[in-house]
């Protein structure tokens, strides 16, 4: 397997495609649809001895566009089918009722996170700016959970973990030296920083509880090694996972102690709480994020539903946080 380096600059930083040479040669993951992705994608082809026209199948992680952009034109010169999950295949396909789909829900968040008109002019341009890195229509063949695909010299075995985008999903194989099971993860776990939940896909239900409850998955599979969608393989998957989690249950408490302080409060500021002044995409993820916890406590009683304003009320100042933010054990 070869990891593809992309120096995508304009949207969510650097980020991998992983090439798999043999019977099948396959890709996970495409890159935005920009010139500069594009190229690198080719010369890691070619360091590999082959070329787009090689590729028998593309694997994408998930719709965002640094990992699905540059499907539509791979798939145009090589003819490979698309693997995506079902959740995400629309999106992907460029399916028009998808896409409004997704707007329609993001307007219905902004207005109920209340994000004011000046920063929500802001971020609605900057998404509208970049959707050509999207790449054009695509003809999606949709996975799910537990289906098996032929790729490289073996296969691939979907595992739906959603939380970051509602269709994300790792790939899981047999590890090259011989030592359990690896997998290409997307966003599910990335190195360093944790993947936004909440804004990076406005469909998901219950994000964070969604999210949880893949970390909690990913923790017990407990693959050897992860190759995430961003910077370095993760030697520790499972420790990673419980290290986010973590990290979402010390967010949990400082939400709590936003609604403690200052009273009823909507989305956008408890997000101005957390996360300061916030510019371009970051005016989705800060507010998604707090959404995702508020919206979690609401389920869990500690947190009352918003009322007409868009506040969230604190009902109980003390919540049992082990109980609401579950950490997965692990294994080592
Ligand atoms: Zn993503
Ligand atoms: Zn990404």
Redesign the pocket.
């Known amino acids: 397997m070869e990891r593809i380096r992309l120096g995508n600059t304009v949207?969510?930083?650097r980020?991998n495609a992983y090439f798999l040479p043999g019977d099948r040669p396959t890709l996970v993951d495409a890159g935005v649809a920009t010139d500069s992705v594009r190229r690198d994608l080719r010369e890691g082809l070619a360091a590999a001895g082959h070329e787009v026209a090689d590729l028998e199948a593309i694997v994408l992680?998930?719709w965002?566009a640094?990992?699905a952009g540059l499907a539509a034109e791979l798939q145009a010169e090589s003819g490979a089918p698309v693997y995506v999950h079902a959740d995400d295949a629309g999106i992907v396909a460029g399916d028009p009722d998808a896409i409004a789909a997704e707007r329609s829900i993001r307007e219905r968040r902004f207005d109920e996170w209340r994000i004011p008109g000046e920063p929500r002019a802001e971020v609605t341009d900057y998404l509208d700016g970049h959707d050509d890195l999207r790449g054009g229509r695509v003809d999606v063949t949709p996975v799910e959970d537990g289906d098996r695909i032929a790729a490289g010299d073996g296969e691939l075995e979907v595992v739906h973990l959603p939380g970051?985008a509602a269709g994300l999903s790792a790939f899981a194989f047999d590890g090259e030296r011989g030592a359990g099971r690896e997998a290409y993860v997307?966003?599910v776990i990335?190195p360093k920083y944790t993947?936004n939940v909440g804004g990076a896909d406005l469909r998901v239900d219950r994000p964070l509880e969604t999210y949880l409850d893949s970390l909690a998955r990913l923790a017990d599979l407990d693959f050897e090694r992860a190759w995430p969608?961003?910077r370095d393989p993760i030697s520790d998957p499972a420790g990673r996972a419980r290290v986010i989690a973590e990290h979402h249950r010390e967010r949990t408490e400082r939400v709590v102690s936003v609604l403690d302080e200052h009273g009823p409060t909507d989305a956008w500021t408890v997000s101005a709480h957390l996360f300061g002044d916030l510019s371009g995409i970051h005016i989705l993820h800060g507010p998604g994020e707090a959404f995702a916890h508020l919206d979690h406590l609401v389920a869990e009683g500690v947190v009352s539903p918003p009322d007409g304003e868009g506040r969230y009320e604190l009902l109980d100042a003390d919540p049992d946080f082990d109980e609401l933010v579950a950490v997965p054990e692990t294994k080592r």
Do not use: A, S, V, W
């Open positions: 949207f969510e930083g980020n992680t998930h965002h640094d990992h970051h997307g966003d990335l993947p969608g961003h």
